[in-house]
């Protein structure tokens, strides 16, 4: 089944405490983003991919770190959490032809930093 | 200003209504549109691009007005099912696309 995996669902942590949230796909998408989604500011994107090794901001990415060493996966990094980055986060996927079809969304993962 | 905007809602309606969203969009040089659902606390998943002729997906209909800058998604004979958020997203260069933060659809029996 095509799909987006995202791990993990729920995580709550402190402050300070690095943390990793994992992404991958098997879809051979060249394309992969990660969106935070809050209440009443919708989606927004964090950081995006556009291959292997090619990697950018994009609207929010501060407090974030990103690799992207193959091609499935697309891990979101928080160095040093903070309350602020308590949030729903998206990873996506999209292939070359994303203007038409969109992207893929993996599940979630719901962080609480305490 | 956001570079898409949608009314929050929520739109409360009787099973087999017809319903109206729109959306703004900011940006003149957006080249791809597409409507999303999204149940509570779950992923969004793509209910159809949006394209400049209009199109059609059984009881969807989403259209594109370039000049007022608007898209819009009308759902006939609505069903219970149909209760969810939607989300109007506009995408202007090869890496962004911009979400609206949805509007909320409530069908009742």
């Known amino acids: 089944e095509a799909q987006v995996t995202q791990n993990p669902r729920y995580l709550i942590t402190v402050t300070g405490k690095k943390l990793t949230v994992t992404c991958s796909q098997n879809?051979?998408?060249?394309?992969m983003s990660w969106y935070r989604q809050d209440p009443g500011l919708g989606l927004r994107q964090i950081y995006y991919s556009m291959n292997v090794e090619v990697t950018d901001k994009g609207d929010v990415p501060e407090g974030y770190k990103v690799s992207r060493k193959e091609k499935r996966n697309f891990p979101l990094i928080l160095e040093s959490p903070s309350p602020n980055q308590t949030s729903l986060y998206f990873c996506?996927?999209?292939?070359?032809?994303?203007?038409?079809?969109?992207?893929?969304f993996g599940s979630g993962t719901r962080l609480t930093v305490v | 200003r956001k570079e898409v905007e949608q009314d929050p809602g929520p739109f409360n309606v009787p099973e087999g209504a017809t319903v109206a969203f729109n959306c703004t969009y900011s940006?003149?040089?957006?080249?791809?549109f597409f409507w999303y659902r999204q149940d509570c606390r779950k992923e969004p998943k793509l209910l159809m691009s949006v394209y400049s002729s209009g199109n059609e997906d059984g009881r969807f209909t989403a259209q594109l007005n370039r000049a007022s800058q608007y898209i819009s998604l009308l759902i006939r004979d609505s069903k219970l099912s149909d209760s969810a958020t939607y989300l109007c997203v506009g995408g202007y260069n090869f890496n962004k696309f911009y979400f609206g933060s949805g509007t909320k659809l409530n069908v009742k029996p």
């Open positions: 879809m051979n998408h060249e394309y």
């Open positions: 996506a996927s999209s292939g070359t032809d994303r203007f038409n079809y969109g992207y893929t």
């Open positions: 940006n003149s040089a957006s080249q791809s």
